[in-house]
């Protein structure tokens, strides 16, 4: 039998957030959509089933529970394996659509209806607290060599001066919408990341051929905090690491060189130093260990 077509399909990947993803499940229920869709939760190796929880609670989502976690790409690559819309909205489980969900997601399709060329787009990204703060509203390009960017609209308060649309270099991973299309054409997410830089990756290999866009008439609210917090050593190593990976996939020639340089010899010395200073030696361990992590996948022949 064939599978039902849908206009969009949802895509969160839980793992141990039982809490955040009913509250997601729920605000796309009270959106009250006016299009066809399908709602996708990979339980992304949580320490116990949640996505059986999760069906008796919301008979209406499809996914599964994997035992393995595996991250970020992995675990939305297994809900693109059972999608069948016309578009993929990709949703952190920590956030929660707005009320009016139906009219701007709406807006954000027509997007695609009339410029072809258009490969995907994020919405302005709004933290859920404190209530008026932006997440996200746009991005410029990183930079060639020292891999540094900003994240427009970081942390101000929203009065109305990003409510213009955009073409940007990558989209959020808390929130994208893409054309299956494009997806089936440039491929999946690379899982070689696992925490961190997979969306930037997959932004660029999308942006070889396609725009993306943010669109300011849409948003979300995302339940990340907006203060600092503390750094897990775990973040520690996999922001190293990736910093590399991304560096060696996405520059070539003299720039990558130059950029793999500048990361190791600066960036993550710096860092070194710094949790040296304040005796972070877990921090000190992951800053070495993500290093040689990244110089080892180079040795592969595939960083695919």
């Known amino acids: 039998m064939k599978s039902e077509l849908y206009k969009i399909s949802f895509i969160t990947v839980n793992f141990n957030g039982l809490a955040d993803t009913i509250s997601l499940l729920e605000s796309i229920l009270d959106a009250r959509l006016s299009f066809t869709y399908e709602v996708i939760v990979i339980d992304n ?5 949640e996505y059986s929880l999760l ?9 599964y529970y994997n035992e393995v976690n595996l991250g970020f790409a ?11 819309g016309e578009f993929i909205y990709f949703l952190n489980n920590d956030t929660l659509l707005p009320k009016n969900a139906d009219s701007e997601i709406l807006s954000m399709l027509e997007v695609f209806a009339r410029h072809s060329l258009v490969g995907g787009v994020s919405p302005k990204i709004m933290y ?9 509203a746009g991005c410029t ?10 994240q427009i609209g970081y942390r101000e308060r ?11 270099p990558y989209l959020h991973g808390a929130a994208m919408l893409v054309p299956n299309r494009i997806i089936k054409e440039i491929g999946m997410m690379s899982e070689l990341f696992f925490l961190y830089y ?16 943010y669109f300011a008439d849409a948003h979300i609210y995302h339940k990340e905090s907006a203060s600092t917090g503390r750094e897990s050593p775990l973040k520690t190593f ?16 003299l720039q990558r060189i130059l950029a793999i340089l500048y990361l190791i010899g600066i960036a993550n010395s710096t860092r070194l130093i710094k949790f040296v200073f304040l005796g972070m030696w877990r921090h000190v361990r992951a800053v070495g260990l993500g290093t040689w992590s990244g110089i080892k996948l180079f040795c592969k022949k595939n960083l695919s």
């Not at 390009?141 to 900003?150: A, G, H, M």
């Not at 997979?198 to 866009?213: F, G, H, M, P």
């Open 45 to 49: 190796g949580s320490l116990k089933n």
């Open 55 to 63: 069906k008796h609670q919301f008979p209406f989502i499809k996914g």
């Open 74 to 84: 992995g675990g939305n690559n297994l809900g693109l394996e059972i999608a069948n």
């Open 128 to 136: 859920y607290q404190p209530e008026g703060m932006i997440q996200f």
């Open 141 to 150: 390009p990183l930079t060639s060599i020292t891999l540094r960017n900003k």
């Open 158 to 168: 929203d009065s109305g001066q990003y409510n213009n649309c955009a073409e940007i």
């Open 198 to 213: 997979e969306e930037l990756d997959w932004s660029c290999r999308i942006n070889k051929k396609y725009q993306l866009v």
């Open 238 to 253: 996999y922001l190293t690491r990736n910093r590399l990976l991304f560096a060696y996939r996405n520059r070539s020639g």
